[in-house]
């Protein structure tokens, strides 16, 4: 009995669960706060003219643009907005930068990466012809005022020995082949040019669009020293792309 006592004195104050079958009363909606979404970060003002500035570059119908072209349509005049803009497109990985001379001089080259793409939620697109950008920004560039010339253009033009010439230009009067040099070793040029004389389709001129000027003097001086070229020597002429590309003149 004592025992029976102790035990009600215990347990006498706790409430006991309901029986299964007997649903829990829901707590009252008005006495529980509700969770509150989280604050949308704003964007900072650098990184709002970042996005604006890609946004309306990469949308451009003409996509391959130098840095001057680029500062122009961005009515970015101010060197110190130049070197800033520069900066923070290169430090967040949105441009890779190239030299390509015209004269004595350079125009610097802007390439969009995937990452700068993405930022602005755009695709990036592909090009018809091979190679790095600034081959397909020569190669965009020659197709464009070769067709002006009155030629027919074709990129990655396949001879018959397997072997792809980067541009073929052709009209009721002659043929032109033209092969663009932006990298090094130049000794594949050399290889290039024996080959693309050694199909049944013979141009009557090819042009070799080098990068820079010192690639132009070390090529000439490869061509006039190779003995396998001699019978088409003739028919050969190193050019600054640069130089091609601003006179808007194929030959």
Known sequence: MESEK??????ADYTLLPPADKPMDKPDASQTEPVQPKPKQKESKSVSNTKKFLTLWLNQKKPFLSQREILDLLNITSGSIISRTKKDFKINGYIKTHKLQIGKTNSSIWEPTEKAYQFVGLKKPTWESKGGYLHQYIVFYFKKHGIKD???V?????????KAVDLLLKNNNEIIFIEIATSYPLEKEISNIIKD?????????????????????????MILSDKRIDNNRDKIKVVLAGNLINQEKIN
Request: glycine share 10%.
């Open 197 to 221: 004389f050694s199909s049944s389709l013979i141009p009557d001129q090819l042009i070799i669009a080098v990068q820079n000027g010192k690639m132009k003097t070390k090529l000439e001086k």
């Open 6 to 11: 102790r035990s009600k004195g215990l347990y």
């Open 154 to 162: 074709e990129v990655e033009y396949f001879l018959d020995n397997g």
């Open 150 to 152: 009155g030629y027919h």
